[in-house]
């Protein structure tokens, strides 16, 4: 499902525990490195799990050596993996103590036509949260409210598009757009004919078609894949900067 996009991030802290350099016929640089993992609450601050790993690298300057050391980290490692575990489970707790309250300002939000943080609030609820099936039910509403203006847009994108150029270049794009475009959007005819218009001037050459839904239950699936797909690019756009603080033990 998510990655539990912005809110909760893994935060590294880097201490050099030692540094040495090798007179070899080729320099070498040996770091040794205590590496501080921290999965964090990205709005309140609150340190959810943490765990620090002890690294080595060996390389022909520092930055070399940074690399082979960071290349060392596996994710198997016991120390990692209860990171990981601890981290999800006070993770889904939270969602399980928040997840109405996120709901209710995601609706809110869209009622002020907000409509891409909403799905991007709706869409960090994890499907382990026992009030998933809500944050599912209040997406679906918004997105009757949304579906027409983001049908407007993406047709709009793929007219302007297709008419700049009218080549496989153009074709493509326009159909990256057209493919956001769902039947039950008021444009979805208006969509078929541009298709139809691309697919008779390029041909074979477009491999895009237009998706069909069979069942109603297809379709509703479609639908969450789009709101979900609005609510991480949403989220992609909202991530920080992460910093690496690099200190030496003395």
């Known amino acids: ?14 201490n050099i525990a030692t540094k040495n350099v090798l007179a070899t016929t080729q320099q070498q640089v040996v770091l040794t490195l205590d590496v501080n993992l921290q999965v964090v609450d990205n709005i309140s601050g609150t340190v959810y799990a943490s765990a620090t790993v002890n690294l080595k690298g060996v390389g022909t300057n520092e930055t070399k050596a940074y ?13 990692i993996k209860g990171l990981v575990s601890t981290a999800k ?28 943080e909403a799905f991007y609030l709706l869409s960090m609820i994890p499907s382990q949260c026992s009030k998933y099936d809500n944050a599912i039910s209040a997406s679906m509403n918004i997105w009757n409210k949304y579906k027409d203006i983001s049908c407007s847009k993406n047709l709009e994108k793929a007219r302007a598009v297709w008419v700049a150029n009218q080549d496989i270049d153009a074709a493509n794009m326009a159909g990256i757009y057209l493919s956001g475009i769902l039947p039950d959007c008021s444009c979805y005819g208006d969509a078929q004919t541009l298709y139809k218009d691309i697919k008779a001037k390029v041909g074979e050459l477009w491999k895009f078609e237009m998706k069909q839904y069979d069942t109603e239950a297809d379709l509703r699936k479609a639908k969450i894949q789009a709101f979900q797909a609005i609510g991480v690019a949403y989220g992609k756009g909202q991530q920080p900067n992460i910093i690496i603080t690099n200190s030496r033990k003395h």
Request: charged share 25%; hydrophobic share 40%; net charge positive.
């Open 1 to 14: 499902q998510n990655e539990y996009l912005t809110q909760f991030l893994l935060m590294p802290k880097v």
């Open 67 to 79: 690399n082979a050391a960071f290349r060392t980290i596996n994710k198997s490692n016991a120390k």
């Open 89 to 116: 489970e006070k993770i889904i707790a939270y969602y399980e103590a928040e997840a109405d309250n996120i709901i209710k300002k995601a609706l809110l939000l869209a009622e002020q036509r907000n409509y891409e």
